[in-house]
């Protein structure tokens, strides 16, 4: 087993501010600790410290064993890497170069090059030496796992192919099978359903491995995590218990903190008051110009030890989704077939309806919202959307090439479709009311997960949608945020379509959609979490 040790680790960030400043904990051999924290904290960049992917401003970082990393977006639905690929960048550094000189190796066979044939024979034995081979047996037992499918049939498949919850399903069979004794996972639960997430808390209390993982999931958090590390306030602070008692400890931390602060500043206050009155007898006494030197060294030493740490700040979101009034059907689906995923299905939605979409990963959910935003979709039958509804789309991965490398304030001046422009001024309102404020200048592919989930609400806010069609909205929001959403989906005016497999955000639907395994979508009146809980095909 292996252990991880952060001391007094700090980070810059290239615009000046600190995100991280004095942060320590260990986590030690097998144990399993949730780090956790508000988006935008700095939890993925110091995972990414902890991986070495970027150097800390100061401070060490102290690991024993084989790392395997988790990212928090694993696959792209941008580029052409496969599932070889995806599997690649898991692996230790060795396989994962000579991989990658395998797959140079084999381009330049398949052109014809002269010199090919001896290339690819090196690369074969280098490939063999890394411990490739053995690589691909793991592999092999991954994808049969999460994709039902051998190695040499999964390997070439496209990632963005897969679904959210089966990139992720994959990389969690590869990493918990392998030979790497410290795990960091950055969400590891996203997009997976909730069988997944069951077999992912499984997995967690039953592995030697010595994990630490980001989430947002309370569920999973309360089932997994020995301890739980708190990013806040530029900081970190360390609960020796679980989940349950976590609360009740932050609480007590702030408490302490507050009558630290009221001490504080009580002795500071004294103690200034004692050098104003040794400053006006030290004019009238050489003795007490002495006393009034030794209190202002006595003043400047304790201003230069400083406060306790800073109280972490609340955060309060708020969302205004407004919408607005439209046909009363809003939506009607006849005979509508997925192609290669769903059988025919008739479906009703009325103005003002929240309708959760559920069932497994890969049955066809997130094609079906894509469908309604417009989006190229194979499909047969008929779908509709109401008069004036206007649909206006959440993305599960965060796939956004129209916003990548632009500051959020551009993106909000700018406009776009149905979005009127807003000045700089009214722009930083905004912003300021999903806690973006301190972004406003920031490009929107450099957020965190959660940053960037929020502003694509504040989108859909701007936007004028009737419909919101959203796709996993809560995988990335911190407690605070998902809180926020929930409210303000309470007083949209529209209608809500949302894949979720959020346990605790389902509840607050009026409908359930299920999509099947077997191609079937039927509708219940309960959140439908495992096969068994379907109703009869037809019934509502």
């Keep these: 087993m292996g252990y991880v040790d952060v001391a007094h680790v700090s980070f810059v960030l290239p615009d000046g501010r600190v995100l991280l400043d004095d942060a320590s904990f260990r986590v030690g051999d097998g144990r399993k600790v949730a780090l956790v924290g508000a988006n935008g904290a700095g939890k993925t960049t110091l995972l990414r410290v902890i991986a070495g992917d970027v150097t800390p401003s100061s401070g060490t970082v102290a690991r024993a064993g084989g790392l395997g990393v988790m990212r928090q977006f694993i696959g792209s639905v941008a580029d052409d890497s496969t599932v070889r690929d995806l599997l690649s960048s ?14 140079r190796a084999e381009r330049r066979l398949a052109g014809g090059d002269e010199t090919a044939q001896l290339r690819y024979a090196d690369a074969l034995v280098a490939w063999g030496d890394a411990g490739g081979y053995d690589a691909e047996v793991l592999w092999d ?58 077999w992912l808390e499984d997995e967690l209390r039953a592995t030697l491995k010595t994990v630490l993982f980001v989430s947002h999931d309370r569920a999973l958090l309360d089932r997994t995590a020995q301890r739980i590390v708190t990013v806040e306030a530029h900081t970190t602070w360390v609960h020796g ?126 094609h079906f919202l894509r469908l309604l935003a417009g989006g190229a979709v194979g499909h047969a039958g008929g779908c509709k959307l109401g008069a004036r509804v206007v649909p206006g789309l959440f993305s599960q991965t965060h796939e956004h090439p129209e916003l990548s490398g632009r500051a959020l304030v551009d993106i909000l001046w700018r406009g776009e479709g149905d979005r009127t422009g807003l000045d700089r001024g009214r722009a930083i309102a905004a912003l300021r009311r999903y806690e973006l404020h301190g972004q406003a200048d920031q490009p929107f592919d450099t957020l965190s997960g959660g940053q960037q989930a929020r502003f694509q609400i504040l989108l859909l806010e701007l936007s004028g949608a009737t419909m919101l069609l959203l796709d996993e909205p809560t995988d990335n929001l911190d407690v605070a945020s998902a809180d926020a959403l929930e409210d303000g989906l309470a007083s949209y005016d529209g209608t809500v379509l949302a894949v979720t497999h959020d346990r605790w955000f389902a509840r607050g639907f009026d409908r359930y959609v299920a999509f099947a395994d077997d191609g079937s979508v039927v509708e219940s009146d309960r959140p439908v979490w495992e096969p068994g809980d379907l109703p009869a095909v037809g019934s509502r």
């Design 141 to 198: 037992t991954a994808t049969v796992a999460a994709l039902g499918q051998p190695w040499d049939v999964a390997a070439a498949r496209p990632v963005r192919q897969l679904s959210g919850g089966e990139q992720k399903r994959l990389a969690l069979e590869a990493l918990l099978r392998g030979t790497d004794e410290v795990l960091l996972l950055d969400e590891p639960d996203n997009y997976l359903d909730v069988a997944g997430k069951r």
């Design 241 to 366: 218990g679980g989940f349950a008692s976590y609360h009740d400890a932050r609480a007590d931390r702030v408490a302490r903190l507050d009558e630290l602060h009221r001490r504080w500043n009580e002795e500071h206050q004294r103690l200034k008051d004692l050098v104003r009155t040794l400053q006006q007898q030290a004019k009238n006494s050489d003795a007490m110009a002495a006393r009034y030197k030794a209190m202002q060294t006595r003043l400047a030493k304790f201003e230069e030890v400083g406060p306790p740490p800073e109280r972490p700040r609340e955060q309060h979101v708020r969302v205004r989704l407004r919408g607005g009034r439209t046909g009363m059907r809003a939506l009607t689906c006849t005979g509508l077939e997925l192609d290669g995923l769903t059988d025919p299905f008739d479906l009703e939605v009325f103005y003002g309806e929240r309708v959760a979409v559920v069932g497994p990963n890969g049955s066809g959910k997130s």
């Design 90 to 103: 898991l692996a230790a550094p060795a396989v994962r170069a000579a991989g990658e000189r395998l797959a």
